[in-house]
């Protein structure tokens, strides 16, 4: 079964400063989808970035980009000029089109980022 | 509103009881998927509906647990005979297709806690 990483259960990063967060995945599939999601207090799970397997180049959404290294199975997510809103629990999750699995998202265990003022 | 609705927001129960949990996804989305998430824990995925049909019921733990969707979009997750350890938030998403490239949209969950 497809299994995802996140070694860091809390992260903190000052307001304005840069952070990266680590994700790594297990997979024998080629063709496959990331995903951060962030969830805050209110639960609700949102979705911050993607990146297409097959893509080289990495995604980027504002100030969320991801570093995607496909050998290495690596896909870390980097917030510049971090704002208190960013605060919340940060999962990284893995999707692929497998008729067995179709549809289901694979998560980490989650890294709670605090920002300080 | 256009996002997808989960209710009770919060239940309490007792051990041995019987609970649903209902899911209102976005309109017109045909893929409907339930996710558990445990305390500390990402969420775990439970079943996933294409229309009214279960495409993939796997991920669910036991026999006490059933979900339907007779009409192809509200969805409700049974849990009969709760046990203390099936206290949890109940994750539900949607998206228009299955694919995997598609986004799935999450509710704010049901927390479910059993005394």
């Known amino acids: 079964a497809q299994t995802v990483t996140q070694s860091q259960p809390e992260m903190s990063v000052q307001e304005a400063e840069t952070v990266t967060l680590s994700c790594t995945y297990d997979?024998?599939?080629?063709?496959?989808?990331l995903f951060w999601y962030k969830q805050p207090p209110s639960r609700q799970m949102i979705l911050v970035i993607r990146q297409e397997a097959y893509k080289q180049q990495n995604a980027t959404e504002n100030r969320f980009s991801v570093n995607f290294q496909k050998a290495a199975k690596s896909f870390s997510l980097k917030i510049s000029d971090s704002q208190l809103g960013d605060a919340a629990m940060y999962f990284c999750a893995y999707r692929d089109d497998r008729g067995s699995t179709l549809g289901r998202l694979y998560f980490g265990r989650g890294t709670q980022l605090t920002v300080w003022p | 509103g256009a996002g997808v609705s989960q209710t009770p927001s919060n239940k309490v129960t007792e051990k041995g009881k019987y609970v649903e949990l209902r899911c209102d996804p976005i309109s017109g989305h045909t893929a409907l998927y339930w996710y558990r998430q445990s305390l500390g824990q990402g969420p775990e995925f439970l079943i996933y509906f294409q229309g009214t049909g279960a495409a993939d019921d796997s991920g669910l733990p036991n026999d006490r647990f059933f979900a339907v969707r007779p009409e192809g979009s509200v969805s409700t997750l049974k849990i009969q005979r709760t046990e203390r350890g099936d206290s949890a938030v109940y994750l539900c998403?949607?998206?228009?297709?299955?694919?995997?490239?598609?986004?799935?949209?999450f509710g704010p969950g049901t927390r479910l806690t059993v005394l």
């Open positions: 998403a949607s998206s228009p297709n299955p694919g995997a490239y598609n986004e799935q949209f």
């Open positions: 997979t024998s599939e080629s063709d496959y989808y």
